[in-house]
């Protein structure tokens, strides 16, 4: 099973998406600006992922710098608790698979998780490659 944490107005989040889809997956998907998120839900997936809720952290195109969470020394707490209220503060999009989490930027890091690719060659929205003809990754996003 395959669950994609989307953001449909999301460009990455959107290829994301088309990559799992091709690749012959059905995955979950949670609309978390629609949905939120609770406390036990980011700190599993920040475990997860191993990444910190800073690191999760969206800065652009966020409240994140109005609100103050990109000053040093505002805690992960702060952090958990500014995402809780404002769900677009978490970068996006987070993917749960059997082989593990991943903050999914650039989109074809999305090819770790999974077990078979689309085939190639491979684009994503923006035309740029991601797979050639023979299915091989043209980035060194995994």
């Known amino acids: 099973m395959i669950v994609i944490h989307h953001n449909p107005d999301c460009g990455t989040s959107r290829n994301v ?3 799992i889809r091709d690749a012959g997956y059905t995955p979950i998907i949670v609309e978390y600006l629609k949905e939120g998120w609770t406390r036990n839900q ?3 997936l920040f475990a997860a ?3 910190s809720p800073r690191e999760a952290l969206r800065v652009t195109k966020s409240p994140a710098r109005k609100l103050g969470l990109l000053e040093a020394g505002v805690s992960d707490e702060a952090l958990i608790t500014a995402m809780l209220k404002y769900p677009v503060l978490v970068n996006r999009p987070i993917v749960c698979s059997p082989k593990g989490v991943k903050l999914c930027r650039p989109s074809e ?3 770790a998780l999974l077990d ?3 085939m190639g060659p491979y684009f994503k929205e923006d035309g740029e490659q991601v797979l050639d003809e ?3 990754l043209k980035t060194k996003a995994l």
């Open 134 to 136: 023979y299915g091989a």
């Open 17 to 19: 998406l088309k990559i």
């Open 109 to 111: 890091s999305v090819l």
């Open 49 to 51: 992922a191993d990444i």
């Open 42 to 44: 980011l700190l599993g």
């Open 116 to 118: 078979k690719w689309p």
